[in-house]
């Protein structure tokens, strides 16, 4: 899969302009993911997580999404 094939599955407005690696990680790939409107531009950052460290992606996210929502 492609940084952009990822990208364009988030729920951001517009249509991703650029993709770049940030650097070298130890672990994960991490992006800088460009969208554009014509009126906006939003940057997000992407992670691809290692899934030989990580053997469990699916929890990690479960995990993020009760820390965001204040569910500890």
């Known amino acids: 899969m492609t940084p952009t094939f990822i990208a364009e599955r988030f729920d951001v ?14 672990v994960n790939d991490t992006y800088i993911a460009v969208f554009r409107t014509h009126f906006t531009e939003e940057r997000i950052i992407i992670q691809r997580v290692n899934a030989h460290v990580f053997t469990n992606p699916g929890r990690i996210i479960a ?10």
């Open 13 to 26: 407005a517009g249509q991703p302009a650029s993709i770049r690696p940030t650097g070298s990680g130890n």
């Open 63 to 72: 995990k993020m999404r009760r820390a965001n929502s204040g569910g500890g």
